[in-house]
């Protein structure tokens, strides 16, 4: 594509996305589909753009006034994502002049809130939370996530994994933690290797690998993953179970489900079911009640704890958003606790960052349910073999009490989960 005529690509997609009526990447997905002849290099460019322009907004508005032309062009000139050389070509000289003079500004001149690209609301929770590690989760959280795999323990292992993808010419890494994870070096087609079409891989984060092995679900239990979404840790929580037992795949979004359905496909797996539930009361749940052996619920959050993936949250979520998603984490929290029989274990858990979400509900059921002992999660980990494991936790007496991962320590997203054993 003629490089003007990528940039106002760039420039119209990156118009669409500011409107914050939809995810971001749902927006992207939508402009692929509508404009089919885009290539891959033209489908990056585009994307990385309009991610770059979203985790560097602040700074990017503070900027393009100075600038000329249609807003959503000044945003896509100084977040494009490809050679200088090659923007350059599209640009006039009243623009190149413009982009040099906002390339030569320094960053540590800039105020505060240009380089933390934060909305206000969200800066004091995370410096009351990390102090002078702020600034590291602000580099960390405005770079791009890499690509973590999970691997099918169920057929295949990791070191057998990692040659075959050598082989077809894409570097990976065992990931620290997870047991089962690859790294990617750079994002491949992976569609198109027969590593991935066999099942022998997933895309998942390591953060939420290490909510399936949290779980530690056996062979024959019966076993309910509450909001299953589109299925990444059922399928990994499917494995650990040796594909023997009945794992309930619930969500209320029968859309997400239908995601899984393909994966579950290639995953080999007999023994997950899934559900859609109209709400956590739903008569299905009730059935259940005092049968299962393991809950785990990955609750609807904020999602703050993936901005690297999803920078739009940023802007598209706010203090009334999390303050209604904390009361609907309580409620679905109580409503998954009725499944367990004595015994039984529950994880709750979430990706985003923020206190309110994460430890203060976890702490308001343990107050609340008296017949569930909460279980110290760095000594779950430690006895499933995993390096440092107290180094990934945080809370209670011997600071091992809660899951606590975070993107500038760990590499990972931003993840939080508590556990329970019930009496």
């Known amino acids: 594509m003629h490089p003007k005529a990528l940039l106002d690509a760039c420039a119209e997609l990156v118009k669409l996305t500011l409107k914050f009526d939809h995810p971001a990447d749902s927006i992207v997905s939508r402009y692929f589909r509508d404009n089919r ?160 079409a066999r099942g022998a891989i997933e895309v998942q984060d390591e953060g939420s690998q290490l909510l399936a092995l949290l779980l530690d679900a056996k062979r024959g239990e019966m076993v309910v993953d509450f909001c299953a979404g589109a299925g990444g840790k059922t399928l990994a929580i499917g494995a650990t179970m040796r594909n023997t037992g009945r794992l309930y795949a619930f969500d209320t979004s029968a859309h997400r489900l239908d995601a899984l359905k393909p994966r579950l496909a290639r995953s080999k797996l007999s023994n997950v079911h899934p559900a859609a539930i109209a709400h956590e009361r739903d008569e299905r749940i009730k059935r259940l009640a005092g049968k299962i052996d393991r809950v785990i619920v990955d609750a609807p959050c904020s999602g703050l704890g993936t901005l690297r993936r999803n920078p739009d949250l940023k802007w598209r979520q706010s203090p009334q958003s999390v303050e209604e998603l904390a009361a609907k984490q309580a409620a679905i929290l109580q409503s998954a606790a009725r499944l367990l029989k004595p015994g039984g274990r529950l994880l709750y858990a979430t990706c985003s960052i923020l206190p309110q979400e994460n430890e203060a509900i976890a702490q308001a059921f343990g107050e609340a349910n008296k017949e569930f002992t909460p279980l110290p999660v760095g000594e779950i980990l430690s006895n499933l073999k995993v390096e440092a494991a107290a180094s990934l936790c945080s809370g209670g007496e011997s600071g091992q009490q809660y899951l606590r991962l975070w993107p500038h320590r760990h590499a990972t997203d931003g993840f939080f989960a508590a556990a329970w054993v019930k009496n």
């Open 37 to 196: 002849t885009l290539g891959p290099r033209e489908r990056a460019t585009l994307a990385e753009t309009v991610y770059t322009v979203l985790r560097n907004k602040l700074r990017f508005d503070h900027f393009a006034p100075s600038g000329s032309g249609p807003k959503e062009r000044r945003l896509a000139i100084l977040g494009f994502h490809g050679p200088r050389d090659f923007l350059k070509s599209a640009l006039s000289d009243q623009e190149k002049n413009w982009l040099d003079q906002c390339d030569a500004v320094k960053t540590e001149d800039l105020m505060e809130r240009h380089r933390h690209n934060l909305p206000e609301w969200l800066v004091q929770p995370l410096k009351d939370q990390l102090g002078a590690e702020f600034w590291p989760l602000v580099e960390a959280m405005n770079q791009p996530a890499p690509l973590d795999l999970r691997v099918n323990t169920l057929n295949d292992k990791r070191p057998d994994v990692q040659k075959e993808l050598t082989a077809a010419g894409i570097k990976s890494q065992a990931t620290p933690y997870s047991p089962w994870g690859l790294r990617l070096a750079d994002k491949p087609m992976l569609t198109k290797v027969d590593v991935f």
